[in-house]
């Protein structure tokens, strides 16, 4: 006599078994509902700004049309810097651990002077991470074949004239503080409007950066 | 008399060599840079109408293209990068001098490219006095030019641009803006040609150019004969190409019988005449290309000899063309149409209204503005006192109408616009304002200034009479 009472099973399958795939299946479900809830509590705007230094980029985001759209559709922080799909979004939250490590141990991103100096790498990374991933958060809203836009031949542009091109190739500048394109930034003019914009004496700026 | 030889100088200073403004001599290798036509297809639709006139230009017909005016180095200092291409907004005299070569180094040095440093002394008083740093972007630079600056966001700065003031410091340096005249992007010969090219600047109380000419024979006969001008042409010579009515490029730029043509707009103005008396000037000419012009009252230095230019340094004196050539070489011009004794006769008429202005008016004036500066009845402070607005306008705007108005013919503007308004407000305005300002000492003041001046006799003569003014017989009707 088997003291089985499923016979169905196979054999291996005893209580035990059972058991632990029920107990996994629940804690499998429990970790992806906690990757989902992660992912998107971390990628609110209340969950960055709890570091001062996000405070800072998110009131230039605040005056923007991604903010306040006439549609009321906002975009908040995460819905353009992590990746749609729950596995994407883990590792981009990873990856991005990195800020908070630079937020700890790095230069005081929290006062604005500083913050205002390292804002062009942080925007030239931001744009080469969208442009590796072809504007992907971009599109998560936006679909190309669908821009009408406001002008006459804003639809036939973006079906036209984007081969090769991904979004971020033209529109940057449009939620943050302003910074030129990698190629043509100017270390020198930036340092200069950053002191002339805080107050400080010239060549602050490049103590500042040194340090 | 007026030789050949005296006249060879003229030609050689005016000196394209060419009789109608130079072609360009580069090779085509030079242009049509391919990354340029990747701009055309997307600027097609996204500005439809600049694109348009693109294609409409010579340019587009040379196979000029976006990139061959708008390139730039990454670390020029308003290079931006635009859709991968690192490009700059501002197309400067140094870009368009690439293949124009000769009109660049003409127009270098210029009236026209130094209409910020001939204004610098004024701005203070007008922006920051009378009225406010915003008039500066929307009022003062968009005829004399801005200083361009690119900001460290890569934005170009909104209190510099858009501007396309002739005088237009350029990110590069350079000075002047060729679209003031050649509008962007068609830069049409004809248009700048017609006389609408000028009015944006030449128009209004102080230069009115505009009015001056359409008020003159000259304006008729333009209106008259538009279609007859040739405006078109690829030379455009006057006398010959075409004959129906001069046009301020005309006289100023253009091209008549051996008179080559020339984009130095100042070089044939034998006079200042926006200035509080008016000076003949020699034209300095220095090695480097650039020009000054220096009152003949001083001494013209000799060639090879060093003086300092506008900027403060010093350059090597290449040429000096003095106020009687250069007015020989806009009597050239109006000698294609007009015989030698007219065209004389009337720069005669043009330079006794403008003596005429300077003695009775300009001179005085000025010598009792400065010495009731001298003797502290005024402030040092421009314009806090309303005898400085009077002063102002008397020189600045009716008494540039004045002279501007007998310069090109307009009788309108030479007397009820101009001379008319001058006495008005000297003996209404003027004179009344410096007896309050000096008060006991004014009529011995005034009296000392006038009687060194011509031309007011007539206010110790208290018993003339005048019917017009209701005293004396008038006479009714026109019998």
């Known amino acids: 006599m088997s003291k089985r009472r499923f016979t169905l099973l196979p054999e291996f399958v005893t209580r035990h078994v059972l058991f632990a795939m029920a107990f996994g299946g629940v804690a499998g479900i429990g970790f992806m509902v906690f990757l989902i809830e992660f992912d998107h509590h971390t990628s609110t705007e209340s969950f960055c700004t709890t570091c001062h230094s996000m405070e800072i980029s998110a009131e230039a985001y605040r005056e923007s049309s991604h903010y306040q759209p006439e549609s009321g559709v906002r975009a908040s922080c995460g819905d ?12 981009d939250h990873f990856i991005g651990s990195k800020d908070l490590f630079n937020q ?23 744009r080469e ?31 036209e004239e984007t081969d090769g091109k991904t979004c971020v190739d033209c529109h940057i500048n449009l939620v943050h503080r302003k910074v030129p394109e990698q190629a043509t930034f100017k270390r020198e003019a930036w340092n200069r409007m950053i002191e002339k914009e805080f107050g400080l004496e010239p060549g602050k700026a490049d103590e500042l950066l040194a340090e | 008399m007026r030789s050949l030889i005296r006249f060879l100088p003229i030609a050689l200073l005016l000196g394209a060599g060419s009789a109608w403004g130079a072609k360009v001599t580069l090779s085509p290798d030079n242009w049509g840079d391919p990354a340029g036509e990747e701009c055309v297809s997307c600027h097609a639709k996204s500005s439809a109408g600049i694109t348009k006139q693109w294609k409409d230009s010579a340019h587009a017909e040379a196979g000029v293209n976006c990139m061959d005016c708008h390139r730039a180095q990454a670390d020029d200092p308003d290079a931006i990068t635009h859709e991968g291409a690192t490009i700059a907004t501002v197309v400067s005299p140094k870009d368009c001098g690439r293949c124009h070569t000769v009109e660049e180094e003409e127009q270098r040095g210029s009236v026209h490219a130094e209409a910020v440093s001939v204004i610098a002394e004024r701005m203070p ?3 920051n006095n009378v009225a406010g740093a915003a008039i500066e972007a929307a009022g003062c630079a968009q005829c004399h030019g801005s200083t361009v600056k690119l900001k460290a966001d890569g934005e170009l700065d909104a209190s510099t641009w858009p501007n396309s003031g002739i005088g237009r410091i350029n990110p590069d340096g350079s000075r002047g803006s060729c679209s003031s005249c050649h509008g962007r992007h068609r830069f049409s010969k004809a248009q700048a040609r017609a006389p609408a090219a000028c009015v944006r600047c030449h128009s209004g109380p102080d230069s009115p150019d505009k009015e001056v000419f359409e008020a003159s024979k000259h304006g008729m006969a333009f209106v008259a004969g538009r279609d007859d001008m040739n405006l078109d042409s690829e030379h455009w010579i006057a006398g010959k190409d075409y004959d129906a009515a001069p046009t301020c490029a005309t006289c100023h730029m253009g091209a008549a019988g051996k008179l080559p043509a020339t984009h130095d707009v100042g070089m044939r103005n034998a006079w200042n005449l926006n200035t509080p008396v008016s000076e003949r000037q020699h034209l300095i000419v220095f090695g480097d290309g650039g020009k000054r012009e220096l009152p003949e009252s001083i001494k013209a230095p000799g060639r090879g000899s060093k003086m300092p230019k506008l900027d403060g340094s010093e350059g090597e004196v290449k040429m000096v063309a003095t106020p009687q050539r250069r007015r020989q070489a806009m009597t050239l011009v109006c000698r294609e149409c007009h015989g030698k004794n007219f065209a004389e006769a009337f720069m005669q008429q043009f330079d006794d209204v403008v003596e005429l202005y300077n003695d009775k008016f300009g001179k005085p004036a000025q010598a009792i503005m400065r010495e009731l500066y001298s003797q502290k009845k005024l402030t040092a402070t421009p314009f806090d006192e309303p005898i400085e607005f009077t002063y102002w306008e008397l020189w600045h705007d009716e008494g540039a109408r004045a002279r501007h108005g007998a310069a090109m013919a307009s009788p309108n503007h030479a007397w009820w616009e101009g001379m008319y308004v001058v006495g008005r407000n000297f003996y209404a305005r003027f004179l009344p304002q410096v007896r309050e300002v000096a008060g006991e000492s004014a009529d011995e003041l005034i009296a000392r200034h006038l009687d060194d001046a011509t031309g007011h006799e007539w206010l110790k003569a208290p018993n003339q009479r005048s019917p017009i003014l209701g005293v004396g017989n008038a006479q009714v009707g026109n019998e």
């Open chain 2, 125 to 127: 008083a007008m922006v």
């Open chain 1, 104 to 126: 700890i141990f790095g230069p005081d991103y929290d006062d604005p002077v500083i913050n205002a100096l390292h804002l062009p790498e942080a925007a030239f990374s931001a």
């Open chain 1, 129 to 159: 991470w969208f442009r590796k991933n072809d504007s992907r958060t971009c599109r998560r809203c936006h679909a190309q074949e669908a821009i009408v836009g406001k002008r006459a031949d804003t639809l036939a542009i973006h079906q």
């Open chain 1, 80 to 91: 353009c810097h992590v990746s749609p799909g729950v596995f994407a979004a883990t590792w």
